[in-house]
Every structure is written in C-alpha cells, then in structure tokens.
C-alpha cells in the first residue's frame, strides 16, 4: 500500500499560533514516531507510540509540545503558542511493530517556519 | 551519555573510487545500529540494521560492519545514483526506550 504521508507539506506560522501536524502510518504498522530534523542538526526523536499509547514521551522539547494517536492510526502533533525556534522539518516514520528489527519507515516530512 | 558521530561530514568521489564512511557511537548496551540514505528534499530510507559487534550486512555496492565502538558503510565502486547523505543511528537497550540516537551524516558526491 501507501507509504507514510504527512500533511500539510509545509506550513508558515506567525510566532504564538498553535499548530497540528498531521501524520498518516503505513495501514498495519503499529508503532509511529514523530522526529525533529533542524538545519544542521541531526533527527531528533521527540515521541514513540505503539497502539494509541505513548511509552516514550521524552524527546518533546517542552509542554507546548503533545502529540495524540487515535484508532492505532493517525497522529497529530500539536505545538501550542509557536515560536521561532520551532522551525524544523517535522518527520513521522512508522514500523510494523516496536521492535528494533522492524524498519522504521519515513514520511516526506513537514516543514515549519514560524515567522 | 549517547551519542553518535559520523565522519566525514562529506565525501566526494570518482566513479568507481572506493571508500568508507565512519560512524562512531557511545551508547549504554547497544539493541541496534542503523544504516539509512537521505536524498535531498525526502525522508530517510532505510538500509542496514546491526545488532552485534562483527556482524556484517551487504546490498549491492554497500556493505556495513559493525564493531563495539563503530560501524563502516563501504561502498564499492559506487555510481552517481549513490550520491545522498548517508545517516547513522544508534537505539540503546534500555526498558522501553525506542528512541533512536541519530549522527548527522555524511554526504556523498559521487562525480561521473
């Protein structure tokens, strides 16, 4: 089937707008995760679902970030009052279960810009 | 501390000149080592995982390996289509952490 897509592709936000990223997992895979990829910067992995729960939440950089995942499926990640330094690329990726063997599939990403 | 280093940051090569990219890892017990490709403006893809130190995995004109302190992707006589940013990322074994631990790549020309 479809790999992940993520939506909107890219995003342009005035400075203390809220906004949700939405992700869409391959249909199957259990696990989601949400990463971060700044310009020059490695991935940064914020959060990991398996099912509609989230065992790894450490990687949200503060509480203006959270992230939900309803019927085993879509996530959103929302980022509250956004600021400057939110800008990033935003990339999900999905695996057919949480194990370390199961290849974590990549979407095209987000791109955020907060002005 | 985890952390993953890869070298170099870039690399140009000659069609068919040979050559290894280095990745460099602390980690508190390693569950996995991954190998992906990015090319520009899309996500990663995936190419290797390594689980333990000697483990050896191949595809095509890549092969990866794996010892307790580092891994090598080497690539051997690669084409211009090999050209892309070539990512390491570590996942450490620890309860139910599946975080991945990312280097920031290396990214590869290869000139025809």
């Known amino acids: 089937g479809a790999g992940v897509s993520q939506s909107p592709s890219n995003k342009v936000t005035e400075k203390g707008k809220d906004v949700e990223l939405r992700c869409d997992p391959i249909s199957g895979h259990t696990a989601l995760y949400w990463y971060r990829q700044s310009l020059g910067q490695g991935l940064e992995f914020l959060i990991y679902?398996?099912?509609?729960?989230?065992?790894?939440k450490s990687g949200l950089p503060s509480d203006r970030f959270s992230a939900e995942r309803t019927g085993g499926s879509v996530s959103t990640l929302t980022i509250q009052r956004t600021e400057q330094r939110d800008s990033a690329m935003y990339r999900c990726a999905s695996s057919l279960g949480p194990e370390v063997y199961e290849t974590q599939y990549f979407g095209p990403g987000t791109r955020l810009l907060v002005l | 501390e985890d952390q993953v280093t890869q070298s170099p940051e870039a690399l140009r090569l000659q069609e068919g000149e040979s050559s290894s990219l280095n990745c460099s890892y602390t980690v508190s017990g390693l569950r996995g080592l991954f190998w992906y490709r990015q090319d520009p403006g899309k996500g990663p893809e995936f190419l290797f995982t390594l689980y333990s130190a000697g483990e050896e995995k191949e595809k095509e004109r890549l092969k990866a390996t794996l010892t307790k302190k580092e891994s090598f992707l080497h690539i051997t006589a690669p084409k211009p289509e090999d050209s892309a940013t070539y990512l390491c990322?570590?996942?450490?074994?620890?309860?139910?952490?599946?975080?991945?631990?990312w280097g920031l790549g290396t990214s590869l020309a290869v000139n025809p």
């Open positions: 990322a570590v996942q450490a074994n620890a309860g139910n952490n599946r975080k991945l631990i």
């Open positions: 679902f398996q099912g509609n729960s989230a065992p790894d």
